[in-house]
């Protein structure tokens, strides 16, 4: 399956549930620029293709030509493909009509059952990286040596620890207080 971002999967995904495939509306939190870009992307890769928006049917419309016709997004087969979708597999159903409910919820079409979250990985090179080779050290490391290595102040490295660490990364941030040196945060050596 083609790597795609979690939004691009979105913007198909819920393609897959509207009639003839269309993909608009996009996310609420998809707006201006970003939304420009995305769709230019998928458009790019084949995902999206523009056709003419059939105003009668208030099909939504992505951009105007100019001459007075709309521009509306459907999803291709390729883009159907990168989600994993066989393209006989998409709901083509029209708007309004719905299937009998099934015994049981169908699965994430991109992840099978339930799969866990998965956990980010840090860059090489950044402050974040710094952080974390510097918990990893055999002796840890304290607020005030951080700060020192990275210039961020006491409140973002606690920041970083709690939530880039232990909360996007998953990792388990350990503290002990040292003699002679205060507290000291160390992770677990990978």
Known sequence: MTKISDTQALILSAATQRPEHIA?????SLRGGAAAKVVGAMLAKGYLQEV???????????????DGH???????????AAIGIK?????TAPAG??????????????????????ARTPREGTKQATLIAMLR???????????????????????????SLKKKL????????????????KLPVA
């Not at 608009?24 to 609420?28: A, I, K, Q």
């Not at 998953?170 to 945060?185: A, C, I, M, P, Q």
Request: glycine share 10%; aromatic share 2%.
């Open 24 to 28: 608009l509306p996009l996310p609420e």
């Open 52 to 66: 003419d928006a059939d105003m009668r049917k208030g099909e939504p419309v992505w951009r105007e030509t100019g």
């Open 70 to 80: 709309g521009v509306t997004l459907v999803a291709t087969d390729a883009g159907l």
């Open 87 to 91: 393209p006989d597999d998409a709901n």
């Open 97 to 118: 009509t719905t299937d009998a409910p099934s015994e049981e919820p169908a699965p994430d079409t991109r992840t099978g059952p339930k799969a866990a979250p998965k």
């Open 137 to 163: 050290a055999p002796d840890g490391a304290t607020i005030e040596e951080i700060m020192a290595a990275t210039g961020w102040q006491s409140h973002t490295v606690r920041g970083a620890m709690a939530g």
């Open 170 to 185: 998953r990792l388990e941030v350990t503290s002990e207080k040292v003699e002679n040196r205060g507290r000291v945060y």
